[in-house]
Protein backbone atom coordinates (compact mmCIF):
# COMPACT_ATOMS: atom_id res chain seq x y z
CA UNK A 1 0.00 0.00 0.00
CA UNK A 2 1.07 3.54 -0.83
CA UNK A 3 2.13 5.61 1.92
CA UNK A 4 -1.07 7.59 3.01
CA UNK A 5 -0.85 11.43 3.75
CA UNK A 6 -2.77 13.04 6.47
CA UNK A 7 -6.30 14.82 5.91
CA UNK A 8 -4.61 18.58 6.01
CA UNK A 9 -1.88 17.44 3.77
CA UNK A 10 -4.42 16.00 1.10
CA UNK A 11 -6.48 19.11 1.49
CA UNK A 12 -3.71 21.25 0.54
CA UNK A 13 -4.00 19.47 -2.99
CA UNK A 14 -7.49 20.89 -3.16
CA UNK A 15 -10.04 18.47 -1.44
CA UNK A 16 -10.96 21.50 0.68
CA UNK A 17 -13.36 22.76 -2.15
CA UNK A 18 -14.93 19.95 -2.00
CA UNK A 19 -17.84 20.97 0.98
CA UNK A 20 -21.03 18.72 0.91
CA UNK A 21 -23.16 21.66 2.27
CA UNK A 22 -26.24 21.39 -0.47
CA UNK A 23 -25.53 17.63 -1.08
CA UNK A 24 -22.65 14.98 -0.74
CA UNK A 25 -20.73 14.40 -4.32
CA UNK A 26 -20.10 10.62 -4.42
CA UNK A 27 -17.64 8.39 -5.92
CA UNK A 28 -16.54 4.42 -6.65
CA UNK A 29 -14.29 3.19 -3.86
CA UNK A 30 -11.65 2.53 -6.30
CA UNK A 31 -11.75 6.38 -7.54
CA UNK A 32 -10.92 7.72 -4.15
CA UNK A 33 -8.56 4.15 -3.57
CA UNK A 34 -10.38 1.66 -1.73
CA UNK A 35 -11.47 -1.53 -2.06
CA UNK A 36 -15.36 -2.37 -3.44
CA UNK A 37 -14.77 -6.09 -2.71
CA UNK A 38 -13.48 -5.06 0.95
CA UNK A 39 -16.75 -2.77 1.54
CA UNK A 40 -18.75 -5.56 0.48
CA UNK A 41 -17.62 -7.65 3.05
CA UNK A 42 -17.88 -4.75 5.37
CA UNK A 43 -21.62 -4.68 4.57
CA UNK A 44 -21.61 -8.18 5.99
CA UNK A 45 -19.60 -6.84 9.35
CA UNK A 46 -22.74 -4.53 9.73
CA UNK A 47 -25.34 -7.02 8.89
CA UNK A 48 -23.43 -9.63 12.12
CA UNK A 49 -23.26 -6.21 14.14
CA UNK A 50 -27.14 -5.15 13.39
CA UNK A 51 -26.37 -1.82 11.77
CA UNK A 52 -28.95 0.27 10.01
CA UNK A 53 -26.60 2.09 8.20
CA UNK A 54 -22.93 2.29 7.17
CA UNK A 55 -21.70 5.38 5.30
CA UNK A 56 -17.61 5.98 4.31
CA UNK A 57 -16.47 9.37 2.98
CA UNK A 58 -13.01 9.50 1.37
CA UNK A 59 -11.53 12.62 0.14
CA UNK A 60 -14.86 14.47 0.72
CA UNK A 61 -16.96 12.30 -1.42
CA UNK A 62 -19.01 9.29 -0.41
CA UNK A 63 -17.76 5.82 -1.29
CA UNK A 64 -20.72 3.60 0.93
CA UNK A 65 -23.72 4.68 1.55
CA UNK A 66 -25.89 1.40 3.14
CA UNK A 67 -29.39 1.53 4.38
CA UNK A 68 -30.25 -2.38 6.22
CA UNK A 69 -34.05 -2.56 5.64
CA UNK A 70 -36.45 -1.67 7.51
CA UNK A 71 -34.18 1.72 8.28
CA UNK A 72 -34.17 4.15 5.35
CA UNK A 73 -31.73 6.75 4.28
CA UNK A 74 -34.93 9.21 5.23
CA UNK A 75 -35.33 8.68 8.64
CA UNK A 76 -33.42 10.59 11.17
CA UNK A 77 -31.94 8.18 13.50
CA UNK A 78 -31.12 8.62 17.44
CA UNK A 79 -27.58 9.29 17.93
CA UNK A 80 -27.96 8.48 21.75
CA UNK A 81 -24.40 9.68 23.65
CA UNK A 82 -23.23 11.05 20.36
CA UNK A 83 -24.92 13.85 21.50
CA UNK A 84 -22.52 14.30 24.02
CA UNK A 85 -20.38 15.39 20.86
CA UNK A 86 -22.33 17.68 19.33
CA UNK A 87 -22.89 19.16 22.69
CA UNK A 88 -19.02 20.03 23.08
CA UNK A 89 -18.69 21.24 19.70
CA UNK A 90 -21.25 23.73 20.45
CA UNK A 91 -18.99 24.97 23.81
CA UNK A 92 -16.03 25.10 21.36
CA UNK A 93 -17.77 27.55 19.24
CA UNK A 94 -19.18 29.43 22.15
CA UNK A 95 -15.48 30.21 23.25
CA UNK A 96 -14.31 30.76 19.66
CA UNK A 97 -17.11 33.26 19.45
CA UNK A 98 -16.31 35.27 22.47
CA UNK A 99 -19.01 34.24 24.48
CA UNK A 100 -16.98 31.84 26.68
CA UNK A 101 -13.66 33.25 27.96
CA UNK A 102 -12.12 30.14 29.06
CA UNK A 103 -12.49 26.36 29.49
CA UNK A 104 -10.78 26.90 32.67
CA UNK A 105 -13.94 28.82 33.84
CA UNK A 106 -15.30 27.19 37.28
CA UNK A 107 -19.07 26.09 36.38
CA UNK A 108 -20.98 27.19 39.81
CA UNK A 109 -20.38 30.68 38.66
CA UNK A 110 -23.03 30.20 36.07
CA UNK A 111 -25.50 28.94 38.69
CA UNK A 112 -25.57 31.62 40.74
CA UNK A 113 -28.95 31.69 41.32
CA UNK A 114 -29.03 28.47 42.59
CA UNK A 115 -28.69 27.22 46.08
CA UNK A 116 -26.31 24.17 45.67
CA UNK A 117 -26.41 21.64 47.69
CA UNK A 118 -23.13 19.31 49.25
CA UNK A 119 -21.45 22.29 48.42
CA UNK A 120 -17.42 22.19 49.39
CA UNK A 121 -14.13 23.62 47.91
CA UNK A 122 -13.93 20.44 44.98
CA UNK A 123 -17.34 21.34 43.77
CA UNK A 124 -16.33 24.97 43.72
CA UNK A 125 -13.09 23.92 41.56
CA UNK A 126 -15.19 22.24 38.61
CA UNK A 127 -14.43 23.52 35.51
CA UNK A 128 -16.35 23.64 32.13
CA UNK A 129 -12.76 21.49 31.02
CA UNK A 130 -13.75 19.19 33.33
CA UNK A 131 -17.32 18.18 32.11
CA UNK A 132 -15.84 18.44 28.59
CA UNK A 133 -13.34 15.34 29.72
CA UNK A 134 -15.96 13.45 32.27
CA UNK A 135 -13.54 14.54 35.11
CA UNK A 136 -16.12 16.35 37.13
CA UNK A 137 -15.53 14.37 40.35
CA UNK A 138 -19.41 14.58 40.62
CA UNK A 139 -20.83 11.22 42.90
CA UNK A 140 -22.81 9.31 39.58
CA UNK A 141 -23.40 6.12 38.50
CA UNK A 142 -23.91 5.08 34.70
CA UNK A 143 -21.14 2.56 34.21
CA UNK A 144 -20.21 1.99 30.45
CA UNK A 145 -21.60 -1.53 30.11
CA UNK A 146 -23.80 -1.20 33.35
CA UNK A 147 -27.02 0.10 34.14
CA UNK A 148 -27.22 4.09 34.12
CA UNK A 149 -28.84 4.76 37.59
CA UNK A 150 -28.26 8.28 38.12
CA UNK A 151 -29.02 8.95 34.58
CA UNK A 152 -32.11 7.29 35.46
CA UNK A 153 -33.12 8.98 38.40
CA UNK A 154 -31.98 12.49 36.50
CA UNK A 155 -34.84 11.61 34.37
CA UNK A 156 -37.34 11.33 36.90
CA UNK A 157 -36.71 14.72 38.12
CA UNK A 158 -38.94 18.04 37.44
CA UNK A 159 -35.16 19.91 37.61
CA UNK A 160 -32.72 17.96 36.35
CA UNK A 161 -29.73 20.59 36.25
CA UNK A 162 -30.40 21.37 40.17
CA UNK A 163 -30.10 17.22 40.91
CA UNK A 164 -26.84 17.61 39.27
CA UNK A 165 -25.55 20.18 40.63
CA UNK A 166 -26.76 19.06 44.05
CA UNK A 167 -25.10 15.75 44.12
CA UNK A 168 -21.88 15.40 45.93
CA UNK A 169 -18.28 14.86 45.46
CA UNK A 170 -16.60 11.20 44.96
CA UNK A 171 -13.31 12.98 43.88
CA UNK A 172 -11.54 16.03 43.49
CA UNK A 173 -12.33 17.48 40.01
CA UNK A 174 -9.67 15.84 37.35
CA UNK A 175 -8.73 13.50 39.32
CA UNK A 176 -10.88 10.22 37.73
CA UNK A 177 -12.40 9.86 34.68
CA UNK A 178 -16.11 8.71 35.13
CA UNK A 179 -18.92 8.67 32.54
CA UNK A 180 -21.25 11.33 33.53
CA UNK A 181 -24.72 12.08 31.60
CA UNK A 182 -24.81 15.06 33.95
CA UNK A 183 -22.03 17.01 33.37
CA UNK A 184 -23.51 16.85 29.63
CA UNK A 185 -26.86 17.95 31.09
CA UNK A 186 -25.00 21.11 32.88
CA UNK A 187 -23.16 22.32 30.11
CA UNK A 188 -26.28 22.23 27.53
CA UNK A 189 -27.16 24.35 30.49
CA UNK A 190 -24.34 26.30 30.49
CA UNK A 191 -24.75 27.14 26.26
CA UNK A 192 -28.15 28.34 27.22
CA UNK A 193 -27.02 30.59 29.73
CA UNK A 194 -24.07 32.20 27.21
CA UNK A 195 -25.74 32.14 24.17
CA UNK A 196 -29.88 32.86 24.92
CA UNK A 197 -31.22 30.10 22.99
CA UNK A 198 -31.44 26.41 23.50
CA UNK A 199 -28.38 23.98 22.57
CA UNK A 200 -30.57 23.15 19.44
CA UNK A 201 -31.51 26.18 18.78
CA UNK A 202 -27.76 27.54 19.20
CA UNK A 203 -26.62 24.27 16.85
CA UNK A 204 -29.21 25.60 14.24
CA UNK A 205 -28.17 28.65 13.87
CA UNK A 206 -23.93 28.44 14.28
CA UNK A 207 -23.40 24.58 13.52
CA UNK A 208 -26.38 22.81 11.23
CA UNK A 209 -27.11 25.96 9.82
CA UNK A 210 -23.17 26.41 8.07
CA UNK A 211 -23.22 23.01 7.45
CA UNK A 212 -26.77 22.65 5.50
CA UNK A 213 -27.98 19.83 8.11
CA UNK A 214 -31.84 20.95 8.03
CA UNK A 215 -33.28 18.20 9.79
CA UNK A 216 -32.75 17.08 13.18
CA UNK A 217 -34.85 16.53 16.26
CA UNK A 218 -33.18 17.10 20.01
CA UNK A 219 -35.08 15.83 23.32
CA UNK A 220 -35.69 18.39 26.03
CA UNK A 221 -35.39 18.56 29.90
CA UNK A 222 -38.40 19.74 31.60
CA UNK A 223 -37.06 23.26 31.85
CA UNK A 224 -36.90 23.15 27.91
CA UNK A 225 -33.34 22.80 28.06
CA UNK A 226 -32.00 20.17 25.84
CA UNK A 227 -30.98 17.35 26.84
CA UNK A 228 -26.97 17.30 26.43
CA UNK A 229 -25.86 13.85 27.00
CA UNK A 230 -28.60 12.00 24.44
CA UNK A 231 -31.58 12.55 22.53
CA UNK A 232 -30.58 14.02 18.97
CA UNK A 233 -31.45 12.16 16.29
CA UNK A 234 -29.72 12.87 12.87
CA UNK A 235 -29.71 11.81 9.24
CA UNK A 236 -26.73 9.75 8.38
CA UNK A 237 -25.61 11.98 5.77
CA UNK A 238 -25.38 14.98 8.36
CA UNK A 239 -23.75 12.84 10.99
CA UNK A 240 -20.87 12.61 8.62
CA UNK A 241 -20.79 16.16 8.01
CA UNK A 242 -20.35 17.02 11.93
CA UNK A 243 -17.21 14.27 10.94
CA UNK A 244 -16.49 16.05 8.42
CA UNK A 245 -15.63 19.40 9.71
CA UNK A 246 -13.27 17.96 11.90
CA UNK A 247 -11.49 16.03 9.47
CA UNK A 248 -11.50 19.47 8.13
CA UNK A 249 -10.03 21.00 11.40
CA UNK A 250 -13.06 22.81 12.34
CA UNK A 251 -13.06 24.61 8.56
CA UNK A 252 -16.31 24.79 6.69
CA UNK A 253 -15.96 26.35 3.15
CA UNK A 254 -14.81 30.09 4.03
CA UNK A 255 -15.48 29.74 7.86
CA UNK A 256 -13.63 28.65 10.60
CA UNK A 257 -16.02 27.39 12.77
CA UNK A 258 -13.72 25.59 15.41
CA UNK A 259 -10.21 26.65 16.60
CA UNK A 260 -7.30 24.72 15.65
CA UNK A 261 -6.76 23.97 19.42
CA UNK A 262 -9.88 22.27 19.65
CA UNK A 263 -9.66 20.17 16.83
CA UNK A 264 -5.80 19.38 18.40
CA UNK A 265 -7.14 18.58 21.48
CA UNK A 266 -9.71 15.91 20.08
CA UNK A 267 -7.11 14.65 17.65
CA UNK A 268 -4.55 13.77 20.65
CA UNK A 269 -7.15 12.62 23.17
CA UNK A 270 -5.04 11.60 26.67
CA UNK A 271 -7.52 11.44 29.71
CA UNK A 272 -7.36 7.57 30.49
CA UNK A 273 -11.34 6.10 30.39
CA UNK A 274 -9.48 3.03 32.74
CA UNK A 275 -11.89 0.18 30.71
CA UNK A 276 -10.76 -3.09 31.44
CA UNK A 277 -12.45 -4.14 28.58
CA UNK A 278 -10.66 -1.76 26.25
CA UNK A 279 -7.60 -0.34 27.70
CA UNK A 280 -6.35 1.39 25.00
CA UNK A 281 -9.66 3.79 25.02
CA UNK A 282 -8.86 7.56 26.01
CA UNK A 283 -10.56 10.32 26.08
CA UNK A 284 -11.20 14.33 25.37
CA UNK A 285 -13.66 17.11 24.88
CA UNK A 286 -16.74 14.87 24.90
CA UNK A 287 -15.03 12.53 22.32
CA UNK A 288 -13.67 8.74 22.49
CA UNK A 289 -10.50 8.15 20.62
CA UNK A 290 -8.17 5.30 19.94
CA UNK A 291 -4.70 6.91 19.61
CA UNK A 292 -2.73 3.61 18.88
CA UNK A 293 -5.52 3.53 15.77
CA UNK A 294 -5.16 6.98 15.28
CA UNK A 295 -9.08 7.63 14.92
CA UNK A 296 -11.20 9.60 17.18
CA UNK A 297 -15.25 9.02 17.52
CA UNK A 298 -18.15 10.32 18.35
CA UNK A 299 -19.69 7.46 20.20
CA UNK A 300 -23.53 6.40 21.52
CA UNK A 301 -25.06 3.36 23.17
CA UNK A 302 -25.83 0.81 20.50
CA UNK A 303 -23.07 1.74 17.93
CA UNK A 304 -24.22 5.32 16.93
CA UNK A 305 -20.73 6.83 15.69
CA UNK A 306 -19.04 9.25 13.78
CA UNK A 307 -15.88 7.63 13.52
CA UNK A 308 -12.71 10.17 12.03
CA UNK A 309 -9.98 8.42 10.70
CA UNK A 310 -7.52 11.84 9.79
CA UNK A 311 -4.22 9.73 8.26
CA UNK A 312 -6.23 8.48 5.75
CA UNK A 313 -8.79 11.31 5.00
CA UNK A 314 -12.08 9.48 5.79
CA UNK A 315 -15.19 9.87 8.43
CA UNK A 316 -17.32 7.08 8.95
CA UNK A 317 -20.87 6.54 10.05
CA UNK A 318 -22.27 3.83 11.82
CA UNK A 319 -26.20 3.62 13.08
CA UNK A 320 -27.48 0.01 14.97
CA UNK A 321 -29.20 -1.83 17.05
CA UNK A 322 -27.00 -2.93 19.17
CA UNK A 323 -23.06 -2.70 20.82
CA UNK A 324 -19.94 -3.06 17.70
CA UNK A 325 -16.60 -3.48 18.19
CA UNK A 326 -14.88 -0.14 17.32
CA UNK A 327 -11.70 -1.95 16.87
CA UNK A 328 -12.42 -3.96 14.40
CA UNK A 329 -14.80 -1.30 12.57
CA UNK A 330 -11.96 1.10 12.08
CA UNK A 331 -9.02 -1.56 11.28
CA UNK A 332 -11.76 -3.28 8.66
CA UNK A 333 -11.69 0.66 7.28
CA UNK A 334 -8.53 1.01 7.12
CA UNK A 335 -8.13 -2.40 5.06
CA UNK A 336 -10.11 -1.58 2.32
CA UNK A 337 -7.74 1.45 1.53
CA UNK A 338 -4.83 0.54 -0.81
CA UNK A 339 -3.95 4.07 -2.36
CA UNK A 340 -3.65 7.23 -1.78
CA UNK A 341 -4.82 7.92 -5.30
CA UNK A 342 -7.52 6.43 -8.03
CA UNK A 343 -7.40 2.65 -8.17
CA UNK A 344 -7.99 1.38 -11.69
CA UNK A 345 -11.32 -0.05 -12.06
CA UNK A 346 -12.88 -3.33 -10.73
CA UNK A 347 -15.77 -4.35 -12.24
CA UNK A 348 -15.99 -7.71 -10.52
CA UNK A 349 -15.75 -5.97 -6.95
CA UNK A 350 -17.98 -3.22 -7.90
CA UNK A 351 -21.02 -6.07 -9.05
CA UNK A 352 -20.29 -8.07 -5.40
CA UNK A 353 -20.67 -4.43 -4.06
CA UNK A 354 -24.03 -3.39 -5.70
CA UNK A 355 -25.51 -7.27 -5.05
CA UNK A 356 -24.65 -6.85 -1.12
CA UNK A 357 -26.18 -3.19 -1.56
CA UNK A 358 -29.28 -4.17 -3.09
CA UNK A 359 -29.67 -7.45 -0.76
CA UNK A 360 -29.76 -5.73 2.95
CA UNK A 361 -31.52 -2.79 0.90
CA UNK A 362 -34.34 -4.75 0.07
CA UNK A 363 -36.24 -6.62 3.67
CA UNK A 364 -36.00 -10.81 3.56
CA UNK A 365 -39.24 -12.65 4.93
CA UNK A 366 -38.09 -14.17 7.95
CA UNK A 367 -40.98 -17.55 8.79
CA UNK A 368 -44.54 -16.47 8.44
CA UNK A 369 -45.68 -18.97 11.15
CA UNK A 370 -48.70 -21.39 11.25
CA UNK A 371 -52.49 -20.14 10.60
CA UNK A 372 -54.39 -20.07 13.63
CA UNK A 373 -58.09 -20.34 13.89
CA UNK A 374 -58.20 -17.56 16.79
CA UNK A 375 -57.08 -14.76 14.91
CA UNK A 376 -60.74 -14.10 13.81
CA UNK A 377 -61.73 -14.34 17.82
CA UNK A 378 -59.18 -12.20 19.10
CA UNK A 379 -59.49 -9.49 16.25
CA UNK A 380 -61.70 -6.28 17.50
CA UNK A 381 -60.93 -6.72 21.31
CA UNK A 382 -59.34 -4.71 23.50
CA UNK A 383 -57.38 -5.80 26.08
CA UNK A 384 -56.47 -3.68 29.16
CA UNK A 385 -53.59 -4.38 31.49
CA UNK A 386 -53.01 -2.91 34.87
CA UNK A 387 -50.02 -0.57 35.53
CA UNK A 388 -47.17 -2.96 34.53
CA UNK A 389 -43.11 -2.52 33.52
CA UNK A 390 -43.82 -3.33 30.51
CA UNK A 391 -45.86 0.12 30.39
CA UNK A 392 -49.10 -1.41 28.22
CA UNK A 393 -51.72 0.15 28.59
CA UNK A 394 -54.24 -1.67 25.79
CA UNK A 395 -53.84 -3.68 22.90
CA UNK A 396 -56.40 -4.56 20.52
CA UNK A 397 -55.61 -6.15 17.17
CA UNK A 398 -57.12 -6.21 13.70
CA UNK A 399 -55.86 -9.77 11.72
CA UNK A 400 -57.78 -11.17 9.45
CA UNK A 401 -58.40 -7.66 7.47
CA UNK A 402 -56.81 -7.69 4.63
CA UNK A 403 -54.35 -5.23 5.98
CA UNK A 404 -53.82 -6.42 9.38
CA UNK A 405 -53.45 -3.80 12.17
CA UNK A 406 -53.04 -2.69 15.36
CA UNK A 407 -53.89 -0.23 18.55
CA UNK A 408 -51.75 0.03 21.24
CA UNK A 409 -52.04 2.35 24.69
CA UNK A 410 -48.60 3.06 26.75
CA UNK A 411 -48.87 4.38 30.13
CA UNK A 412 -46.79 7.78 30.13
CA UNK A 413 -43.55 7.12 32.87
CA UNK A 414 -44.40 9.98 34.56
CA UNK A 415 -48.24 9.28 35.99
CA UNK A 416 -49.37 12.58 35.84
CA UNK A 417 -48.89 12.63 31.73
CA UNK A 418 -51.50 11.38 29.61
CA UNK A 419 -51.09 8.27 27.81
CA UNK A 420 -49.82 7.49 24.63
CA UNK A 421 -51.66 6.09 21.58
CA UNK A 422 -50.15 4.09 18.41
CA UNK A 423 -51.55 2.62 15.34
CA UNK A 424 -49.71 0.67 13.20
CA UNK A 425 -49.71 -2.13 10.18
CA UNK A 426 -49.11 -5.62 10.97
CA UNK A 427 -46.90 -7.83 8.42
CA UNK A 428 -47.96 -11.05 8.96
CA UNK A 429 -45.99 -12.22 5.58
CA UNK A 430 -42.96 -12.31 7.02
CA UNK A 431 -41.85 -8.59 6.38
CA UNK A 432 -42.13 -5.48 8.50
CA UNK A 433 -45.42 -2.73 7.91
CA UNK A 434 -44.01 0.92 8.28
CA UNK A 435 -46.59 3.39 9.93
CA UNK A 436 -46.83 6.91 9.48
CA UNK A 437 -43.98 8.71 11.58
CA UNK A 438 -46.12 9.78 14.90
CA UNK A 439 -43.83 11.93 17.72
CA UNK A 440 -40.80 12.23 15.10
CA UNK A 441 -40.85 8.05 15.36
CA UNK A 442 -41.71 5.41 12.58
CA UNK A 443 -42.36 2.01 13.96
CA UNK A 444 -42.00 -0.95 11.68
CA UNK A 445 -44.11 -4.44 12.92
CA UNK A 446 -44.72 -8.12 12.15
CA UNK A 447 -45.90 -11.10 13.27
CA UNK A 448 -46.24 -14.71 13.64
CA UNK A 449 -48.36 -17.86 14.97
CA UNK A 450 -46.37 -19.58 16.80
CA UNK A 451 -49.02 -22.15 17.65
CA UNK A 452 -52.53 -21.90 17.76
CA UNK A 453 -52.96 -19.94 20.45
CA UNK A 454 -49.58 -17.93 20.63
CA UNK A 455 -48.78 -15.06 18.36
CA UNK A 456 -45.41 -13.64 18.35
CA UNK A 457 -45.36 -9.80 17.63
CA UNK A 458 -41.76 -7.57 16.52
CA UNK A 459 -41.88 -3.87 16.84
CA UNK A 460 -39.12 -1.63 15.94
CA UNK A 461 -38.70 2.44 16.13
CA UNK A 462 -37.13 2.79 13.25
CA UNK A 463 -33.92 4.64 13.90
CA UNK A 464 -34.27 4.15 17.19
CA UNK A 465 -32.50 0.95 18.41
CA UNK A 466 -35.21 -0.08 20.34
CA UNK A 467 -37.29 -3.49 19.63
CA UNK A 468 -40.14 -4.91 21.01
CA UNK A 469 -40.11 -8.65 21.00
CA UNK A 470 -43.39 -9.32 22.57
CA UNK A 471 -45.38 -12.97 22.75
CA UNK A 472 -48.97 -13.23 23.07
CA UNK A 473 -50.86 -16.03 25.18
CA UNK A 474 -54.42 -15.92 24.06
CA UNK A 475 -56.89 -18.05 26.18
CA UNK A 476 -60.62 -16.80 26.17
CA UNK A 477 -61.09 -13.52 27.42
CA UNK A 478 -57.46 -13.47 29.04
CA UNK A 479 -53.90 -12.48 27.10
CA UNK A 480 -50.84 -13.19 28.48
CA UNK A 481 -48.02 -10.44 27.40
CA UNK A 482 -44.82 -11.31 28.05
CA UNK A 483 -41.13 -9.37 26.94
CA UNK A 484 -38.44 -7.37 27.82
CA UNK A 485 -38.39 -4.31 29.99
CA UNK A 486 -36.08 -1.39 29.73
CA UNK A 487 -33.76 -3.18 32.10
CA UNK A 488 -33.63 -6.00 29.48
CA UNK A 489 -35.68 -8.43 32.07
CA UNK A 490 -38.54 -10.52 30.74
CA UNK A 491 -42.15 -9.56 32.55
CA UNK A 492 -45.20 -10.92 31.85
CA UNK A 493 -48.32 -9.23 32.10
CA UNK A 494 -52.01 -10.17 32.17
CA UNK A 495 -54.70 -8.68 30.12
CA UNK A 496 -58.50 -9.00 30.27
CA UNK A 497 -60.92 -8.18 27.33
CA UNK A 498 -64.03 -8.33 29.54
CA UNK A 499 -65.71 -10.61 26.76
Not at 35 to 43: E, I, M
Not at 97 to 120: E, R
Request: aromatic share 8%.
Amino acid sequence: MTSICCAAAYAQGGAESVWPTTQWQTATPEQQGMDSAALANLLDFGKTNSLDSLLIVRHGRIVLDAYYAPYAADIPHRINSATKAVTGTLAAIAQKDGLLDSFDHPVLDFFGDHNIANLDDRKKAITIQNLLDMTSGIDWREPLGGRPDSMIEMGRQADWVKFVLDRPMAHAPGEVFNYDSGSTQLLSAIITRLTGMSAQDYAKARLFGPLGIAVSNWWQDPQGISTGGYGLALLPRDMAKIGYLYLRDGQWEDKTLLSPAWIGKVNHATVNMNLSFAPDLRYSNLFWALPDKQVFMAVGYHCQVIMVLPRLDIVAVTTARNFCPFGTLADTISGAVKSETALPPDPAGATLLANKLAEITTEQATEVGVTSELASAVSGRTYKFPANALGVKSLSLSLTDPNPRYDLEMYARDPTRQSFRFSGPIGLDGLYRKSEPAAFRTFATKGKWLNGSTLEIERQAVGMDELQKWTLSFDGDRLRLTGKNRDGRDVSIDGDSGG
